[in-house]
């Protein structure tokens, strides 16, 4: 019996010394050896086909990309290829080609190369059961699509959630909200974000929102316009303040958060819009002078709260937040001039051409004078024409002269080479708008008529941009239609035949 033991004992130490070496690492044999070259093969030829996919990928060459990859299925099915087993990872590749192709059809491919997925597992390919790396590739192509793949996006979440049996992360949820944000359809937007909190109170970590979720949601109110949005923007950016003051650094309010909910104060209709927008718009300064770098207004903010004061018809309090954002070293660009100017110009008030003015001048002395060659900085020809408007509006003596001066710099700024001061119709119709004013009906009749046949010569010459529309036959026949005389009356027939050519050319 002992010697029975022995010879066991013998039998194994023989077998183990055949197979490992006297570190106990696996002994290289020839059927090692062999194993060892066919994985290696294996993963380099795999490796390749990565390679290959991804290079017609970054070429938007997304169709030979799928071709290749379906041809090296079918070889691999067919046993032509013992090498190159393609994976989630592959598939992948191709699915997120498809999300960033632009195709009008890329969602629809992106689905049904996972469909082929789940039709190759059902047949026994196990190693290709969508993962959640493709659920999400797949329903991120659907987010970016036209309207109505909201929908198809957050059925394959639903999807997605039951295949795999656990639900989608932050990511893939993100990305379905910001389809529905893009069809305005907030309520669902919001309902998913409900959902993820939900979730995450649970102990599911993967969905817990983060400050760029509740940014979407946010987003989506500022551009919705609907009734309340405005309110419910800012009780989303309450509750964000809140979790992040209970611990929730992830839900922390940054400035676009703020600015999304500024956005949808100045979009709202309410008595007290400007006021909140602008509270909001201290709120950012307070963080920002208490040391929280992070939260510098930026000219996006600024500008937001100055379009909601202007949109309340306050240009003098739109000034004032232009003047606290200098103040702040804030850089305003050319739109938030023009929103003010043009503010002015709607106002009529006594003194709004000269506050338009003073608007025009200070853009000029700050392209002058540290602004130079930033072009969204430089006045252009729309800054130029709310500047005329002004002037008509307020209807102070001098109007037409200035009109004229302004016109004369415009076309003397495009002949230097800037592109920015093309004159264009809307200029032109300001110009015949303010000639309407001249005490000299005569003369402002020979002027409408100069400026028409000036208007009339470039367009010939293929200038499409000053081409008469309905405005400039409009206000030609008014200024005519002060004179009442046969010759004034023959005018007005010739503008107004004129002007049904042009609505018969167009029709």
Request: aromatic residues 8%; positive net charge.
């Amino acid at each position: 019996m002992e010697k029975i033991k022995n010879e066991e004992a013998v039998a194994r130490q023989t077998n183990d010394h055949d197979l490992t070496n006297k570190n106990g690492r696996p002994r290289w044999n020839s059927n090692n050896r062999r194993r060892h070259r066919t994985n290696l093969k294996h993963m380099q030829e795999s490796a390749a086909l990565n390679e290959q996919l991804k290079k017609l990928v970054a070429k938007n060459q997304v169709n030979l990309a799928e071709e290749l990859l379906l041809s090296t299925l079918n070889d691999f099915q067919k046993g032509l290829s013992k090498s190159v087993r393609p994976d989630n990872h592959h598939f992948g590749i191709v699915i997120t080609g498809w999300g960033r192709s632009g195709f009008a059809d890329s969602p629809q491919r992106a689905e049904q190369l996972m469909n082929k997925m789940i039709e190759c597992y059902r047949d026994g390919s196990r190693w290709l059961k969508p993962n959640k790396f493709v659920y999400s590739s797949v329903v991120n192509c659907w987010s970016v699509g036209v309207k109505g793949s909201a929908a198809r996006a957050e059925e394959l979440l639903r999807r997605m959630e039951r295949v795999t049996g656990s639900p989608p992360n932050f990511v893939t949820y993100s990305t379905v909200i910001k389809a529905w944000a893009k069809e305005g359809r907030i309520e669902k937007a919001e309902e998913l974000l409900i959902t993820m909190e939900s979730l995450y109170e649970q102990g599911n970590e993967e969905t817990k929102p983060n400050t760029i979720t509740y940014n979407l949601v946010l987003e989506a109110f500022a551009k919705s316009g609907k009734e309340g949005s405005a309110h419910k923007a800012e009780k989303l950016l309450k509750r964000m303040d809140d979790l992040f003051k209970n611990g929730n650094l992830d839900a922390k309010p940054d400035v676009k958060s703020y600015s999304n909910c500024i956005d949808a104060w100045a979009a709202s209709n309410e008595m007290d819009a400007p006021q909140r927008a602008e509270e909001l718009l201290r709120q950012i300064e307070l963080q920002f002078l208490r040391g929280n770098t992070e939260m510098k207004p930026s000219v996006v903010t600024y500008g937001t709260v100055i379009k909601a004061w202007t949109r309340n018809k306050n240009p003098q309090r739109a000034e004032e937040i232009l003047k606290r954002m200098e103040k702040a070293m804030v850089k305003p660009n050319s739109v938030c001039f023009y929103m003010i100017i043009v503010a002015w110009a709607c106002s009529g008030e006594i003194g709004s051409a000269q506050r338009s003015e003073l608007l025009l001048k200070r853009m000029q002395q700050m392209q002058e004078h540290g602004y130079k060659g930033v072009k969204t900085n430089n006045p252009d020809v729309k800054i130029y024409t709310a500047v005329i408007d002004a002037w008509v509006n307020s209807a102070e003596d001098g109007a037409p002269e200035r009109a004229e001066e302004l016109v004369n710099e415009v076309e003397i700024s495009y002949q230097k080479g800037n592109t920015n001061m093309k004159p264009n119709i809307g200029l032109y119709n300001a110009l015949l708008r303010a000639n309407y004013l001249q005490n000299d009906v005569i003369a402002a009749a020979r002027r409408a008529d100069d400026i028409f046949e000036k208007l009339l010569a470039l367009n010939q010459e293929g200038d499409l941009d000053v081409e008469p529309n309905h405005a400039t036959y409009r206000t030609i026949v008014l200024i005519w239609s002060k004179i009442k005389t046969k010759d004034a009356s023959n005018k007005m027939a010739y503008y107004k035949s004129m002007f049904q050519r042009h609505n018969a050319k167009y029709s």
